[in-house]
């Protein structure tokens, strides 16, 4: 059985892994997006065009009181899909938009719904 993550925000994965001690990620992890955009993800989820590079934007992660400037803040233009921790600002971004097409594609894939809790 694994718990699932559909996103809204970074604090659904890190509550799973401390809760069931999963160490997989799955595509909505450490992403914060909203309903509305989970929901176009899952019905256009075999649109090849879904996800790719054009897509994203990406600038120094800035938080009130807060700056952290050694990672992306990564974002869909599309629709609400926003990475601010995943990318380290040392290396190009664009090299993992592939991590996220194939997380994409793994969470696709037709055996993830068998014993699978999404939360």
């Not at 069931?20 to 065009?49: G, M």
């Not at 995943?86 to 991590?99: G, K």
Request: glycine share 0%; charged share 25%.
């Amino acid at each position: 059985m694994k718990i699932i993550s559909l996103g809204h925000a970074c604090q659904v994965k890190h509550n799973i892994d401390r809760l069931f001690k999963s160490e997989e990620t799955n595509f909505f992890d450490w992403l914060i997006t909203d309903f509305k955009s989970v929901l176009y993800i899952l019905k256009n989820i075999n649109n090849e065009k879904l996800i790719t590079k054009e897509k994203f934007t990406y600038d120094e992660v800035f938080m009130k009181r807060k700056t952290w400037t050694d990672f992306h803040k990564i974002e869909n233009i599309e629709f609400k899909m926003i990475s601010v921790h995943d990318f380290p600002s040392n290396i190009n971004y664009m090299n993992y938009i592939d991590e996220f097409i194939l997380h994409l594609w793994t969470f696709k894939s037709p055996n993830l719904c068998n014993q699978n809790y999404f939360l």
